[in-house]
């Protein structure tokens, strides 16, 4: 069963920052990961998708790394700003059933 | 296309009442996923549709959940006899599977069990 894990579970950094958000998952035998952004109350807003092929993905500030092998993904988040304040959810697609699994999320404060 | 719709967004029912929620996918999308989250956890998966086939039931759901996605497009959940503990926000995905695996979320129906 796929096991995905986030840390830190929460953190808060200055405006400006660059800073890592980690996920590991058990199950390497992925198709694809998700990095997703959740605010308070709302649904989940898709960031980046990493395919299993892939080693990372960047969207203007924002870059994903994908190490299959070893089970683990981070993103990273350059200058953040206060809009950044969010819970990111990291979701491994998985190779044998197809289903997202997801981690509990980081939940992060950018402090103005 | 506005994306991925959930309805009723707000649901606050009495304990012992069945409740039914609608998810409209992105049109064309063949796969449909429902998820549960409660407070400070990430979603727990449910159950998921290729098309109206469903693949698979989460262990989580008992016999008193019960999807169905009968011409392929949009998706209920319904709850029997719900309790307390059903309390949560239920979300929907959708994706174009073969082509493109990336998940669109809906915004979520929030159910209170009083």
Known sequence: KQEVTQIPAALSVPEGENLVLNCSFTDSAIYNLQWFRQDPG??????LLIQSSQREQTSGRLNASLDKSSGRSTL???????????????APGEDRD??????????????? | DTGVSQDPRHKITKRGQNVTFRCDPISEHNRLYWYRQTLGQGPEFLTYFQNEAQLEKSRLLSDRFSAERPKGSFSTLEIQRTEQGDSAMYLCASSLFERNPQAFFGQGTRLTVV
């Open chain 1, 76 to 90: 990273y988040i350059a200058a953040s700003q206060p809009g950044d304040s969010a819970t990111y959810l990291c």
């Open chain 1, 42 to 47: 709302k649904g989940l807003t898709s960031l």
């Open chain 1, 98 to 112: 197809d289903k997202i699994i997801f981690g509990k999320g980081t939940r992060l404060h950018i402090l103005p």
